[in-house]
């Protein structure tokens, strides 16, 4: 399995190299003395954390007050971790825990939890983390949150300010989000940049001469754009296709579709429709998942 980014890297949070932003998708590594296989990579905003196959950190990026840091944490057994700006919750052999972003050494030094829980049953067959125990763990305070049993959960996917939670047979509970069985992808929301898919005015203004760009008169063409989405809106997917997995950042959208496995498009433009790009079947990629966050987005591949 191979993990790749792109997206905005001014600090450094797609590991070592330039700083500017990455327009196609490059291969997320360990430094240059860390060679280890990465089995799970999540950036935040400023910073990405990544953990390797012998239960290593990897953190890169905004750090101890300074950009382009590039750390790891030996012998901790982590075998998931969950990063947020203030907080990075680790997934352990033996237990969940809780750093705080501003006392991590530079040095690599692993700092003192600032909260922890004692995860000593073995993970339920087909329960993927964030799922641990009779909840789940979370970036931010209180950091763990107990679920009712009789929902059976299987996975849960968080968002800034929304939870979506798959059972055991099929059930989509959410709030603050939707799904369909179908493959279809509603969004809503901010569309100034065009995330959701939909007409968006800026993005037409910066694509015609200034003598065809609508004007505040022309209310007629105006309600042809939008740039806020109050209800969920069904959005249409190239070549028909059904997605798999979404995942949301600031100003972006990505899918895995069930027929390409294709996500997001490698140039500095914004997009206001849905575009495959062309750079995982070159490689002979197949997409597996994909994660967003503000301003980057990482995606687990296998070679086909």
Known sequence: MLWFGFGFRGFGQIGEGETVPVN????????????????KAVPSWSYSACVTEDGRLLLSGFLGGSPRRYLCFNGLDCQDVLPSEKYIVLLRKDRAECWNTISIDPNGTPPEPMWKMEVTAAPESGKVFPLVGNGYLLPQPPF??????TLQAQRIALGNEHVVLLTSDGKILTWGAGS???????????????????????????RESPADVCTEDDNDEDNEYIAVQSFPALIDLPQESEALKISCGSRHTAAVTRRHGQLGHGDMKSSDHPRHVDFFPQKKLCVIDVICRHWNTFVLCQET
């Open 144 to 149: 763990f949150r107990e679920l009712s049993p």
């Open 180 to 206: 369909t069985e179908g493959g279809d992808v509603y969004c809503w929301g901010w569309n100034e940049s065009g995330q959701l898919g939909l007409p968006s005015k800026t993005l037409a203004q910066e």
């Open 24 to 39: 196609e998708p490059v291969q997320i590594k360990g430094s240059n003395t860390e060679k280890k296989p990465i089995i």
